[in-house]
């Protein structure tokens, strides 16, 4: 599980930005919240599944990667509702 953790978030990062990019050039709407927390899922599990693929990874960095995209993302959802 750990190995495809960096695919699926890429998957879902790249699937939410395409969306938020379509609706944009398409539709003239703006998906910012969408955008926003894609890009956040994205980095945060690159981030996670690189640490957890070292040797000896850093429970603390990865409790703090966890821990920061889940306040990122709640503030963007309470910004943007």
């Not at 969408?34 to 640490?51: G, H, K, Q, R, V």
């Not at 990865?62 to 993302?73: E, F, G, K």
Request: proline fraction near 1%.
């Amino acid at each position: 599980m750990k190995k495809y953790l960096g695919i699926t978030g890429f998957l879902i990062g790249f699937i939410g930005i395409a969306i938020a990019v379509a609706y944009k050039y398409l539709y003239d709407i703006y998906l910012e919240a969408l955008f926003e927390i894609s890009l956040f899922t994205w980095i945060s599990t690159m981030t996670i599944s690189n640490e957890m693929n070292k040797e000896k990874p850093k429970k603390w960095l990865i409790s703090l990667v966890s821990i920061l995209s889940v306040i990122a993302i709640a503030y963007v959802l309470f910004v943007y509702s």
